[in-house]
């Protein structure tokens, strides 16, 4: 099946720092989507995003299908945007339900 | 108010017993997934539907098992034959194999 490989694996930033999160995978994708889980366990979508680039507020995601790879963006970086970020995948090849987590990239954000 | 939600969000059981876990979902979205997360791990695919009165295997399939009688609701229940029980299980939907959104999730612990 299709690999997930997100770097780096954590992440530590000041306030108000800039940051960015990768995402790579084996394989053609129809469907990718971003992450953020709070340290309560809730998962919130921040992007679907199986190509091209998307902004809202201080994220912004580029996916460059071609090459196998999507970026996160996190600007201005506050201490609410700790927690850990998840890019999820969908092969070409795979089931339309089936989906592929990466391990994630957890960020702490200190004050 | 729309979304997904679980109950309960945390649940104890003993060894050798089966449990249900609830889902529900009132945004009218065809499609409905579980997940298991493991501490300091990705999510893992056990379950998922993508119409009333059909579902697939996912990853984790075995100690599992789903019904999907109503479009809103997709409980799991963990069977004794699950080896590790013990786990955050998350609840998903989307329309068609589009953007996925989670419920709050229920922690489950088996002693």
């Known amino acids: 099946g299709i690999q997930v490989e997100q770097s780096p694996p954590d992440l530590i930033l000041q306030e108000g720092a800039n940051s960015t999160l990768r995402c790579n995978f084996s394989?053609?994708?129809?469907?990718l989507q971003w992450f953020h889980q709070n340290p309560w366990g809730q998962l919130i979508n921040l992007f679907y995003?199986?190509?091209g680039t998307k902004q809202n507020g201080r994220l912004s995601a580029t996916t460059v299908a071609t090459e196998r790879y999507s970026l996160l963006y996190i600007s201005s970086s506050q201490t609410t945007d700790s927690g850990v970020y998840f890019c999820?995948?969908?092969?070409?090849?795979?089931?339309?339900?089936?989906?592929?987590f990466g391990d994630g990239t957890t960020l702490t954000v200190k004050p | 108010d729309g979304g997904i939600t679980q109950s309960p969000k945390y649940l104890f059981r003993k060894e050798g017993q089966n449990v249900t876990l609830s889902c529900e979902q009132n945004?009218?979205?065809?499609?409905m997934y579980w997940y298991r997360q493991d501490p300091g791990q990705g999510l893992r695919l056990i379950y998922y539907?993508?119409?009333?009165?059909?579902?697939q295997k996912g990853d984790i399939a075995e100690g599992y098992s789903v019904s999907r009688e109503k479009k809103e609701s997709f409980p799991l229940t963990v069977t004794s034959a699950q080896k590790n029980p013990t786990a955050f299980y998350l609840c998903?939907?989307?329309?068609?194999?589009?953007?996925?959104?989670f419920g709050p999730g229920t922690r489950l612990t088996v002693t």
């Open positions: 995003i199986p190509s």
């Open positions: 539907s993508q119409i009333v009165n059909d579902f």
């Open positions: 998903a939907s989307s329309m068609s194999s589009g953007r996925q959104y």
């Open positions: 999820a995948v969908k092969g070409m090849d795979t089931n339309a339900g089936k989906s592929t």
């Open positions: 394989d053609s994708v129809n469907n």
């Open positions: 945004l009218n979205h065809d499609a």
